[in-house]
């Protein structure tokens, strides 16, 4: 797990896979892929093997370790729901967020179709965790809005889209049944534009339909020259459930064993 984070809606990351496949649109440009790539063939380096995909075992537990509530974006660097991810890992994934309850876990992928089909088939104690925020990415209307439908479908306590990089004018929108709504453009040296009335658009209907908008970022070759605003505003909502809570009795035990392994 990385404490801190430079994405505006996150407070840590925790990358219990790392390295993906691409998908969508969306991915053209993955920020992950670059930063993963980079390393390619460096002994001992996390991304030794670049962008390829591996599940990170030891990591499985870290969220315990971390007695301060986070808001932690789960994956970061890969999308837990790709096809190499076997179902027996994605569950222990969910069983971390289980016990370590005192966090808020966003979860986003590209593959709302595999998120439908395992979240289902998880165990009842493990579906609709307060504590977990289900998410899918819409860059377009081919290929995100289908995957809204899947969200909606999908047993969770908060669903939330991820509209970045927002690539056209996505069109009227469906949020019934979805509790935050972020945007954002792409940044980079090969950003696609992204025009500010398909924002406004997105605003609109937030606005319309009563869901929290978060505006991240303009993006472009300069992201932090074009900052963050939209029409003088900063729109920093997030859903209406507290982000964190304090540890619940079983989260507390689970804490004290993690801690108490640390100490020896
Ligand atoms: S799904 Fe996400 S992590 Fe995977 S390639 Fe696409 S943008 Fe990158």
Redesign the pocket.
């Known amino acids: 797990m990385s404490d801190g984070s430079a994405i505006e809606w996150t407070d840590a990351t925790w990358n219990p896979v790392r390295g993906?496949?691409?998908?969508?649109p969306?991915?053209k440009h993955?920020?992950?892929?670059t930063f993963a790539e980079r390393w390619r063939g460096l002994p001992n380096h996390p991304y030794g093997q670049g962008?390829d995909l591996r599940l990170v075992p030891e990591k499985l537990e870290e969220p315990l370790g971390w007695r301060r509530p986070r808001r932690i974006f789960v994956n970061s660097?890969?999308?837990l729901f790709?096809d190499g991810v076997p179902d027996e890992f994605v569950t222990r994934v969910f069983e971390t967020m289980h016990q370590a309850d005192w966090h808020s876990y966003q979860v986003l992928?590209?593959?709302g179709d595999r998120m439908h089909q395992i979240v289902r088939s998880l165990p009842r104690r493990l579906q609709s965790l307060q504590q977990v925020w289900l998410g899918v990415?819409v860059e377009n209307r081919k290929h995100g809005l289908p995957r809204i439908a899947e969200l909606r479908g999908t047993p969770a306590a908060i669903r939330f889209l991820s509209i970045e990089p927002l690539l056209e004018d996505v069109g009227e929108v469906d949020l019934s049944g979805i509790h935050w709504v972020i945007v954002g453009g792409e940044s980079g040296p090969r950003a696609r534009p992204m025009k500010p009335e398909w924002v406004r658009s997105i605003r609109r209907q937030c606005r319309e339909q009563r869901v929290p908008f978060f505006f991240k970022q303009w993006g472009g070759v300069q992201k932090s020259k074009n900052g963050r605003e939209l029409d003088g505003h900063t729109y920093d909502e997030f859903p209406v459930r507290p982000e964190t809570s304090p540890p619940s009795p079983r989260g507390r035990s689970r804490l004290s064993v993690v801690e108490a392994a640390a100490e020896e």
């Open positions: 993906c496949v691409k998908v969508s969306g991915c993955c920020y992950a892929e962008f660097m890969s999308d790709q992928t590209k593959r990415s």
